[in-house]
Each structure stands twice: as structure tokens, then as C-alpha cells.
């Protein structure tokens, strides 16, 4: 080591040594690291309690944070963070904190959870971290983002198939065409929610034997595309059974799903487990030090404080009035203006359009107008959700004035509602039947807005 770095390192050690025998900083020994962390993640924690309860996602997160938290348990022994390890986890939260206002809070809880997992060792098996990052509520965002994606693959694929097996297929879209039948790829089959339970397989797999990074990271990548290959092969049997040329069997569309699933997993389970490594204990770790601990308490200090730019009211959509007359199942019907209640009024501050609600009769007519691609244009099943029903699967139907419409029903408290909802383009009258088809759409033709996203609520039978 050269003279000037031995003189630089024992500047930092008497800069230390003093720091700590400072009086105003004293105390800070006496306090544990986990109570620093604790307030400074608090606005995470607020965030993931809501975001569970919002109706966007089920809550399954809490299942693999109970199961993540039980296998680093386990692994207690061999992981035994290092100063690096903990300084860099110490920024980390600390950059959480300073990025709310600034960054989506899912983003800003992904920074947290990582400086969290390399505090407590916890980074060093791909396999915990990952189970930690699959904990936080992403089903809704990967639904959003990669739903339709997916989808196309997914038909694609069994376009493919399907050609291969000699049969005539057409595909528009999502939807395959077959002897003049016509079988939609629809978003429970896309393939979202099979990814995710994919992802947490290999995860927690590679987290139970140990599995190194380069090989935990070797079976993530190799997700993606056996997802997109499995559901090309279910959404093919399932148009076989749609069709009529292949029986059930009994399986319905979950057993052919949960089938498709288990074969797709046992090449992951054999890769995992012949990758296996075996519990190696660490040595004792030296205490927290006083600049990690210095960056918690900045951070435990920063967290209760207003971050960021504060979000200021949207602009109304221009010409945006509310229509006199709607048009639904072939019927022109008034409209009757609700008044906004305190929730919707909330939610209409921020929303990058403007909302209507209506009514005629004992039915509800609610009207979203958006001027641009936005991922608070949401589907109405998962306020629903938030708001006590249950929720039945959503399908695809065509009206008496042959419009599509997404259908599913909502229930609770012994009354059941029949939905009905799509989203249409002002310019052209073009039409989606699921909000993240219309996303992807609206990214690529950004002029075929303005976009009306239209929902029909009525009794069972209405």
C-alpha cells in the first residue's frame, strides 16, 4: 500500500475514532440498527398494507414474506453481512427514502427491500433476494405491463401449434379463429400470473439448495420464455376443447392450467437441485459501524418528511362534457349525473382525464375520458375488489348492437351485479375489451385518443 493510501485510511479511522467519542453522537451506539431501519421503512410498510387491500392484488405477497423470512432464518448462520454489505444497504434505504414524491412507490419499495436483504446479508442467495422482490404486490403491474404481450405470444404460439397439428387457423390479435369459431386468448390465460408463480418456483427452489447467482439468474432468465411456450400449448388445447375436436377430460381450464404448470416445472426442480450447495457458516460479524449507522439515522430522520414535487390536480380533458344520451345493447338510454363521492373526488384529482357517474333506473353508468396512455385508467374490478366483492371471471360478449364488452359479475352481501365494460376511441371508434390491450395501443397511436373507458353496472338479470 502506498504512503498516500496508508495516510488516507488513517485519516478515516482517527475522523471515526473522534465521531465516536463525540458527545451528540454517543447515543447512537446505544441504538439498535433494527429500530432505525424500522422508521425509516415505515412509509414501505404503509404503502404495502394499502396496495394489499386496494383489490389490484392478491394477497399472496404475505405468504412468500412469511416463506422468505423463515428460509433467511435458516441461513442465519451463513449470513453474516459484512461492512460493504451493510454500508451499501444503509444507502440504499436511505435512497428509498429520498426518492418518495420522486419514483412510483412499487419502485421506491424495491429499493428498500434490496437495501433491507444487504444490510441483513440476506443478498448474497439470488434466490432470498428474489423471494423478497416476488413478496412485494407486482401481479397488478405485471398484468398491466406484460398481460397483452404475453397474450399475443400466447396465441402466437398456438397459431403455431395449431397449423402444425393441420388444422386452419386465423389469427386476429388475441383471437384465433377456427372453422368459422372464433376463441379469445383472454387474460386469465395470458400467461401473468403463471409467470409470477414460475418466478417464486425457481426462487425458492434456488433458495433451498443454495443455488449460486450465476445459476439462479441462468433459471430466471429461462422463465420467461418456458411461460410463453406452456401457455401457447394451453391456450391451444383449451381452443381445441372451445371447438369441440378435443374432450375436457374433466380438467376445465384451471386443471388444464395447473397441468401445463407442474410439467413446465419439474426441468427447473432437476436444474436447482443439481445445482445444490451445502451451508457454509460465516464468521462472527464485526458491529455496525458508526457511518452505517449515521446513514440509518439520517434516513429514520428524512422518512416522516414530505419528499418531492406534491402531485397537483390533473387538467381537465378539453371538450369533455358529459353526454346527454349513452348507448348500450342497442338501447339509446338518458343519463341521470350522479354527484362525485369523497373517494371519487379523491381520485379524480390526479387522474389525467376527467370521470362521470350516471344513472337510469336501478342501473349505474360510469364514464372515464383519458387524453393519453396511463396506468391510472384501471379496470373496474379491482375497485370492486377493494370494495368488499367478489369477483367472478371476466369473459367476452357481444351485445344486440354487436358491440364487445368485457363481462363479469361482483358480489357481496347477498346482491350480485352484472359489469359490463370496455374502452373506446373517440377519433375512430375503435374498441378494447381489457385496459392493458387499449395501453399498448394508445402507446403506439397516441393520436386515435381521445379514449371514453365505459362501464355498465346492473342487476344480474339486467
Known sequence: MSSANCATAATAKTWCSEAAGWPPLRWLRRVPPSALLAIALAPVWIWYAR????????????AVLLGAALMAWRERRALQAGSGERFAGALLVLAS???IGWLPPLVRAGIAVGGLVCWYGIARRAGLLGLFML???????LQFYLGYPMRLAS?????????????VVFRHGVDLEIGGLTVGVDPACGGVRMLWHAWLAVMALAAFHRVSWRFTLLGSALVPPACVA??????????????GRLGDAGLGHGGVGLLVFAVMTVPFAWFMGSRA???????????PRYSERIVLLAAALLAPLPHGPMAVPASPSPGSAPPAVFTFN????PLDPLPPTPQERAFAATFSGDIHT?????SQVILRRVTTATRRLHPSRDCLRAAGYQIGEAAVVRCADGSGWSRFTATANGSRLMIHERIVSECDGSSWTDVPAWFWSALRHPLNGPWRAETVITGEDG
Open 51 to 62: 396496495r394489499l387491500n386496494d383489490g389490484s392484488d392478491e394477497p399472496l405477497g404475505l
Open 97 to 99: 427514502v429520498l426518492a
Open 135 to 141: 413478496s412485494l404486490p407486482v401481479v397488478a403491474s
Open 155 to 167: 396465441a402466437a404460439g398456438a397459431q403455431w401449434l395449431l397449423d402444425s397439428a393441420g388444422l
Open 230 to 243: 406452456a401457455n401457447a400449448v394451453r391456450s391451444a388445447w383449451l381452443a381445441m376443447v372451445e371447438t
Open 277 to 287: 450447495n451445502p451451508a457454509v457458516a460465516a464468521g462472527n460479524p464485526a458491529p
Open 330 to 333: 342497442g338501447l339509446a338510454l
Open 358 to 362: 350516471f344513472r337510469w333506473g336501478t
